[in-house]
């Protein structure tokens, strides 16, 4: 079956640097594209960026540009994202999603990111 | 960005009742509109994408309509299992955004 299992919780201080990793399994690695969004406490979903299916090419949200890095280990079907230069407000939960038809089919289960001090 | 406008936020409803929950964006995103629904503490799961197909394993209860701005997602009957926060998600020109999602609660 379809599954995208994500690494676990983290606690960062502000400043720092996160690395929240994506496994996908039982499709075809290559034929679709990964996604990153995140939900703060209480408040709608963000989309952040992609790991477009094929070359991997990756485009990114105005909102994360320069701040945001999505790459991906097509050998091994792992997407990667990394957040630099935390701040409270990146506390959220972040989730890796299945891109398909405009929207998200798949997604992991969410990885916790604390940024406290 | 186009910016996605959910009504109600909040809406009380029985088991066998039938609701709708409205999405409007602030331009046209044709029919590039897709709703979610979200548990505590879960991913989001999808059910309706392209404004009106319904996912595989969605219950048929659950439809979608709409063009250009104004949209809908209904539920026929309600069931236990359906009560939960719903968001509507639009897709144009290589962005993505949600609407502040609608709370279905049990009356």
């Known amino acids: 079956q379809i599954q995208l299992v994500q690494s676990g919780a983290e606690v960062k201080k502000p400043g720092a640097s996160v690395k929240v990793s994506c496994k996908a399994s039982g499709y075809r690695f290559m034929n679709y594209a990964i996604h990153w969004l995140r939900q703060a406490p209480g408040q709608r979903l963000e989309w952040m960026g992609w790991?477009?299916?094929?070359?991997?090419?990756?485009k990114y949200s105005q909102e994360f540009q320069g701040r945001v890095t999505i790459n991906r280990d097509t050998s091994a079907s792992i997407v990667y994202l990394e957040v630099s230069s935390l701040r409270s407000e990146d506390q959220a939960v972040y989730y890796c999603?299945?891109?398909?038809?405009?929207?998200?089919?798949?997604w992991g289960q969410g990885t916790m990111v604390t940024v406290s001090s | 960005d186009i910016q996605m406008t959910q009504s109600p936020s909040t809406l009380s409803a029985s088991v066998g009742d039938r609701v709708t929950i409205t999405c409007r964006a602030s331009?046209?995103?044709?029919?590039?509109l897709a709703w979610h629904q979200q548990k505590p503490g879960k991913a989001p799961k999808l059910l309706i994408y392209?404004?009106?197909s319904l996912q595989s394993g969605v219950p048929s209860r659950f439809s979608g309509s709409g063009s250009g701005t104004e949209f809908t997602l209904t539920i026929s009957s309600l069931q236990p299992d359906d009560f939960a926060t719903y968001y509507c998600?639009?897709?144009?020109?290589?962005?993505?955004?949600f609407g502040q999602g609608t709370n279905l609660e049990i009356k």
């Open positions: 998600q639009q897709y144009s020109s290589y962005s993505y955004t």
């Open positions: 790991s477009l299916h094929g070359n991997g090419d990756t």
């Open positions: 331009q046209s995103i044709r029919t590039w």
């Open positions: 392209k404004t009106s």
């Open positions: 999603a299945r891109g398909f038809e405009g929207t998200f089919d798949f």
